[in-house]
């Protein structure tokens, strides 16, 4: 969940809080969670997030409730998240703050051994960058810790003993027109299709996914490439990326994790994986 005040990014509330005994209400105060889970609060962040989507989708708010986890004796434990509400006009320790969901952190990535070795000899990858499978279908919280710091120190131990006798890496990349960076390519013109791409991302392949709203998707990604043209900007590699991300919901028809397909049936058990390239 994060703080629901127009921000961009939207200033995280660390889950933490609700492990801490914060709740989520409505607009009369009313907790909602254990209408969508037995856990409460503390269900998976996947049907968290749906359930703050299915509220917001009748028009209604969605709060934390966070007067007892934080409070004046608890206000040193959250420290991050109580200045994110206080620079923003809210006192969590006195008053509910409006929340949303929000994606924070990306579960896959680059594909790599348990040593953070990728398919291409001479590079490695770690961190939120790489997909090692730690965090499953549904990212668990400081799962992100496994990902820098043990693989960081596989990869350095890895990367000690094999670089004296590799050859260099080389990698053959098209030429392109403009520059990696080049402000060039970050105009308003850019600024406006990263909005674009967000949104679709937002509409099409978020925290609810069928097979049309992907397709859907898709097919805005192929008119956005045409609106942007050819280039090597950070507005390139979101489309990639994006385009990437939603290919992979399509083929995976069934729900696993944060991956929730409203036209198929979760198989419990499977362990089939899909993997998508581009080119």
Known sequence: ????????????????????????????????????????????????????????????????????????RHASKFPTAVRHCLDHGFDPRREPVPVSPAAHYHMGGVAVDTHGRTSLAGLWACGEVSCVGVHGANRLASNSLLDALVFGARVSRDLMRAVRRLPPAKALVGRVDVRLGDTSTEDGACAKIRRDIRDVMWSEVGLVRTADSLRHALGCFIQISRRLGPGASETHNLLTVAGLVAKAALDRRESRGAHFRSDSVPTPGSRHETSVGNG
Do not use: I, K, N, Y
């Open 1 to 72: 969940t994060a703080l629901d005040v127009g921000a961009d990014p939207m200033p995280l509330l660390t889950e933490a809080l609700r492990g801490a005994g914060a709740t989520l209400v409505d607009e009369s105060g009313r907790r909602f969670m254990p209408d969508f889970h037995p856990a409460g609060e503390l269900a998976p962040r996947d049907v968290v997030a749906r359930a703050l989507r299915e509220l917001q989708s009748q028009g209604r708010r969605t709060l934390l409730d966070a007067r007892d986890a934080v409070g004046p």
